[in-house]
DNA sequence: GGAAGCATGTAAGATGTTACATGATTAC
DNA sequence: GTAATCATGTAACATCTTACATGCTTCC
C-alpha cells in the first residue's frame, strides 16, 4: 500500500460522491459508469475501501439485511470530500494511458500482409461502431436531462474518439499497399522501419523541452 | 506466470521481429516505439524474455564487450515466429483499454464548476496538441519511407485520436453551463447522474447480446 | 425443483512500476 | 575532474485480475 493516492483512490471516491455505497454496488456503478476510461476490478474496490477508510477518508457501517447478506455501507467523510475536491484542481494530472493490441499488430502487419491486416481492421472498426451506436443512445437519454451535463461529456469523449477511430481503419485500408502478393517480405527493410519510428525523441525522455 | 500468452509477450517477440536485441535495448525499442500505445516498462521486457525463453520462443547468446557490460542478445526462434504469425491473425482480439485520469474527473466536475473544468480542459488540450505535433513530425519523416506503411499506420491513430480529443476538449468547454456562480451544487441532483450512466447494459454484461 | 443469476465478499496469483546498483563514457 | 547520462540489469513492492465461496431468489 502506496502512501499516495492515485487515480483509482479518488475514482471510488468520486463514486461515493454520489451516494453512499457497499463495495458490491461501488463495483457495479464503476462498471457500468467509468469502466470505459478507467476501469477497476471488484477486489480493487475492496481493497480501495479498506485503504481510505485507514485515511479516514470514507468510513463504513455494518448494514443487516434479512433476505440479502450483511453488507457495510460506504460514505465519504468531511476529510474524504476536500481530498476529492482538492485532487480535482490539483495542476498536476496523472497521465493517460491507452492499451490497443491492434495497433501492436498493426506494427507488424508487414508479417501478414495487407489482407490480413484489411480482416483485422474490419472487424475491429464493426466493434467500434457498436460501442459508439451504445454511446449514442446513451447519449440522448442524458441530454434530456439538465443535471447529466458532466457526465454527458464523458459520453461525448467516447462518441469523438470512437468516430476518429472508426476513421482511422478506414483510411488505412485504402493506404495499405495493393500487394495480394505471396512475397514474404520477413526481414525485409523492417529494421529501419522500428529505428525511424523512434527517430524523434519521446516525451519526458529528455529533462530540457525544447 | 500464467499459461497463455497475452499481448504483452507478443509485443516483445513483435520487437524482436524487427532485429535481435538485450533486454535494455528491447526496452529502449519499446519505449520509443510501442509505448505510446502498448507501454511495457523495463522489468517487464526481462520477466517476458524469460518467460519466452523457457517456452522455447526465444534464444539468448551471451555478448562480451570490453567497454561496455556484457549482455544477453535474444532473437526469435523459428517456433517465435510460428506463434508471433499465429496471433497476429488470431481471430479473437484482447480488447482496448483506455485509462484517461481526465474523465474521472469531468464526470464529478460539477463539484468544482465550470471554471475550473475550462481550466482543466485547457491545459489538457495543450498537452494533446504538443504531441498531435510531435507526431506530424514523425508521419513526415515515415511517409518518405514505402517501407514504413505499416509503422506509419500507427502514427496516423495517434493523429486521428489527439484531433478528436482536442476537439472534444473545445466542445465540452462550450457546452458547460455558463455559471461562474458560487453556488455549491453538491448533492443536487447526482445520484440521477450516476443512474442515468448506468442505464444501458455494459458490454459484455450479459451473454445475450440484442 | 433444478439451473441460473444476484448480492455479498475473499484468496491467490499474475502483471506492472519505482527505485536501486554498477561501471564506463561523455559533457562541460 | 566532477556531474550527468548510458548501457546493462535486479529487488522490492504495488496494482490489478481470475477464480472461488455462499446463501438467497427468481425463472421456467
Redesign the pocket.
Known amino acids: 500500500?502506496?502512501r499516495r493516492l492515485?487515480t483509482?483512490s479518488h475514482a471510488v471516491m468520486a463514486l461515493l460522491s454520489f451516494a453512499p455505497m457497499?463495495?458490491?454496488?461501488l463495483a457495479?456503478a464503476a462498471d457500468r459508469s467509468i469502466s470505459r476510461f478507467w476501469?477497476?476490478?471488484?477486489?480493487?474496490v475492496?481493497?480501495e475501501l479498506q485503504r481510505l477508510e485507514a485515511l479516514g477518508l470514507v468510513e463504513g457501517n455494518d448494514v443487516v439485511?434479512?433476505?440479502?447478506?450483511?453488507?457495510?455501507v460506504f460514505r465519504l467523510t468531511p476529510a474524504g470530500e476536500r481530498a476529492l475536491d482538492d485532487w480535482l484542481v490539483a495542476d498536476q494530472l496523472e497521465p493517460s494511458r491507452f492499451r490497443i493490441p491492434l495497433l501492436v499488430k498493426t506494427l507488424v502487419g508487414h508479417r501478414v500482409g495487407a489482407e490480413a491486416m484489411r480482416e483485422l481492421l474490419g472487424a475491429y472498426r464493426r466493434a467500434v461502431e457498436e460501442e459508439r451506436r451504445r454511446l449514442e443512445e446513451l447519449d440522448e437519454v442524458l441530454a434530456g436531462t439538465k443535471e447529466a451535463s458532466y457526465a454527458r461529456a464523458t459520453v461525448l469523449f467516447g462518441l469523438k474518439v470512437t468516430a476518429a477511430i472508426a476513421d482511422w481503419t478506414e483510411e488505412v485500408e485504402r493506404m495499405l499497399p495493393q500487394e495480394p502478393v505471396r512475397i514474404d517480405p520477413r526481414r525485409a527493410r523492417a529494421v529501419n522501419a522500428l529505428a525511424l519510428l523512434g527517430s524523434l525523441p519521446r516525451r519526458g525522455s529528455s529533462?530540457v523541452r525544447r
Chains 1, 2 share one sequence.
Not at 22 to 25: E, H, L, P, V
Not at 67 to 72: I, Q
Open positions: 500500500m502506496s492515485l483509482t457497499s463495495g458490491y454496488q457495479r476501469p477497476i476490478s471488484k477486489p480493487q475492496y481493497s439485511q434479512d433476505k440479502l447478506p450483511d453488507k457495510r529533462k
